[in-house]
């Protein structure tokens, strides 16, 4: 019998295909009526991470210029997803917490610091997905 957090794990990656799959079947609209993003809904502002389920849609279904148009670190996104989830399991397949050659606390900071950075050059020269 399998454990909670191993059931969890296998929860999380069903819901991960099943989100690839909605993902392929859907088509982006850049029609802002439709935006999932509140910043975008509420205050007509794009946020750091604007296009990204565009992008993650365009992956989806294989469109590699079309999902780096949209948001350029979206592959980068999509593979530390996979990788953030094989990690977890891993972990639990060891039953102990597994050394990490780098910290997740200054990855996760590194990718903050990436998606402002991107934000404010799209931002400054007009090259947000809008």
Request: with cysteine; charged share 10%.
């Amino acid at each position: 019998m399998a454990s909670p957090a191993a059931r969890l794990w296998l929860l999380a990656g069903l819901a991960g295909f099943a989100g690839l799959a909605i993902l392929h079947v859907w088509a982006p609209s850049g029609d802002p009526a439709f935006a999932i993003c509140l910043s975008r809904r509420l205050f007509h502002l794009p946020c750091p991470g604007c296009g990204m389920t565009r992008a993650l849609a365009h992956l989806a279904k294989g469109e590699w210029s079309a999902a780096l148009q949209d948001h350029p670190l979206a592959p980068v996104v999509a593979v530390e997803g996979i990788l953030g989830w094989l990690l977890w399991g891993a972990t639990l397949a060891a039953s102990r917490p597994l050394r990490l050659p780098v910290r997740l606390e200054a990855l996760l900071l590194a990718n903050v610091a990436a998606l402002v950075a991107l934000w404010l050059g799209r931002a400054a020269t007009g090259t947000l997905p809008w």
